[in-house]
Each structure stands twice: as structure tokens, then as C-alpha cells.
């Protein structure tokens, strides 16, 4: 069943007025009719059906029913990531969105090919992503921030799980498991890697732990799936 994900409050007997490109998205793409059914989520509420009870060539109107998912969050998991090419930015976003991120903070490192991005663009892109996926919530896109100003601000008590190519650290599985279940966070660096003097500040900050991903060079957004996905696995979500 199509997922949309609203920004209005989400209760029964509510009705809601779509944005336009949803609207046509329901009735031009998808040509649903009045009667159809769509499930709603605004990322607070939890997850509820709604009915198309008009649809026009001026938009649509939905009435909400019933909820069928109370709000629960995912981990409380932040991708790190440095601000690679935008294909592969967008894949990575897209990833970060289904393997669970709650939040994906861009950085701009020594090497990065750009200090900005087209954030707005990524935000959509978390948006489909989430509906497709089924989660019950959006990440969070932070605009591109300096990864010294980001670790300047960081929140101790979030350990910071640093993928570090350079070698000579541990497996990230065997690492994770000295890290205890909680808030967490994954770095990964751009298409150049880390600058020496940005892998040396991040191994020497206490709550940094770096991790090898295993003997070959994996490119930013492999990198990402992989990261998320061991987190996921030893400390997340995926666990039983
Ligand atoms: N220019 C680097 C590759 C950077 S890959 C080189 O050729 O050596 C982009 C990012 O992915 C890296 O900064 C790191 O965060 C992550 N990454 C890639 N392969 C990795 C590995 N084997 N172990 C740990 N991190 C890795």
C-alpha cells in the first residue's frame, strides 16, 4: 500500500489536504480513486490509513481512520558521512534511510571536493526512501558542517564509531563489541580519505573508536552500508 509521509498531525476523523506534488502524485501516477487507501506517517504519530475522499484537478482530500503502528524510533544511530559526489551522496542517503540512520550529519573535511551540497534535494530523497522502507520516521539531513567544528561539538556520551582506511586498527565487529548498546555514530570519509592530522585527532578523542572494514579499500557508499550495517547488526535493530 502507497506510504506518504505528511508533516500535519495525524488523527482519527482528521482530514488532510496533501502537498500538490503528493496530490498528483496519488491521482496522476498512481490514479487512485476516491475509496482508495493510503497509509500516512508524520514521524510523531505513528503510522495510520487514510481514505481518498476527493480527488480533483485542484488536489485531494484525505480522511484519516484508523492507526495501525503506534510511534516507535528506530536506534538512536547518526551517519557522519564527508560530502562525496552527488550520485554516490544520494545513494548513501538513500541506504543511511533504510538501514536504519536516524540522522545523517554531512561533513567537510580536509579532502572533500565541496563545502556545500544540494541539501534540500537530499532531504527528498530521505523522504522517498523512508516511505519505501516502511520506517516510521525521516532522517534527519544536517546541513554540511567542518568535521573539526562537528567534533568540537560532539556529545561525548554518542560513542563515534571512525572508519579509518589507514590500517592498523581493529575489525569494526570485534571493536563494536566493546561498545555498549545506546546512542552511536559512524564516520566515513570522502573519496581522498582522511587528511594524517584528521585520523590523528579522531583516534586520540576518547570517545572515537577507529575500525578497519576489512583488508580492501571500499568506496564511500559501500563503506556506509557496510558501517550501518555491522552497527545495525551488533548494537541496533537487527539484533533479535
Ligand atoms: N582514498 C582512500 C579511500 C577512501 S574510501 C584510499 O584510497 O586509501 C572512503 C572512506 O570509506 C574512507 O575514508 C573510510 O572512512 C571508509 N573506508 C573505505 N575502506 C575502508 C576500510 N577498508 N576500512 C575502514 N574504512 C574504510
Not at 498531525?9 to 476516491?34: F, H, K, N, W
Not at 554518542?158 to 563494536?176: H, I, S, T, Y
Amino acid at each position: 500500500m502507497i506510504r506518504l509521509h505528511v508533516p500535519d498531525d495525524l488523527a482519527a476523523g482528521a482530514d488532510l489536504i496533501p502537498a500538490p506534488e503528493q496530490s498528483r502524485y496519488l491521482t496522476t501516477v498512481m490514479r487512485l480513486a476516491v475509496g482508495a487507501e493510503v497509509l500516512l506517517f508524520n514521524g510523531r504519530d505513528g503510522e495510520w490509513r487514510a481514505t481518498l475522499v476527493e480527488a480533483g484537478k485542484r488536489g485531494c482530500r484525505l480522511a484519516v481512520g484508523a492507526r495501525v503502528r503506534p510511534q516507535t524510533d528506530g536506534p538512536d544511530l547518526d551517519l557522519v558521512v564527508a560530502l562525496v559526489k552527488r550520485a554516490r551522496l544520494e545513494t548513501i542517503i538513500e541506504k543511511a534511510a533504510e538501514l536504519g540512520a536516524r540522522r545523517v550529519r554531512l561533513a567537510v573535511t580536509r579532502r572533500t571536493n565541496a563545502d556545500h551540497t544540494n541539501v534540500a534535494r537530499l532531504r527528498a530523497i530521505a523522504v522517498e526512501a523512508a516511505e519505501q522502507t516502511g520506517r516510521l520516521d525521516v532522517p534527519q539531513i544536517v546541513a554540511p558542517e567542518k568535521l573539526e567544528r562537528l567534533l568540537d561539538g560532539w556529545d561525548a556520551t554518542r560513542p563515534l564509531m571512525f572508519c579509518d582506511e589507514g590500517g592498523g586498527v581493529p575489525p569494526a565487529l570485534e571493536a563494536l563489541r566493546a561498545v555498549a548498546p545506546g546512542p552511536g555514530a559512524v564516520l566515513i570519509g570522502p573519496e581522498g580519505g582522511f587528511a594524517p592530522e584528521e585520523g590523528e585527532r579522531l583516534r586520540a578523542l576518547p570517545f572515537v573508536t577507529a575500525v578497519s572494514l576489512g583488508p580492501r579499500i571500499l568506496r564511500a557508499d559501500t563503506a556506509a552500508i557496510a558501517a550501518l550495517t555491522l552497527w545495525q547488526a551488533a548494537l541496533g535493530d537487527w539484533r533479535g
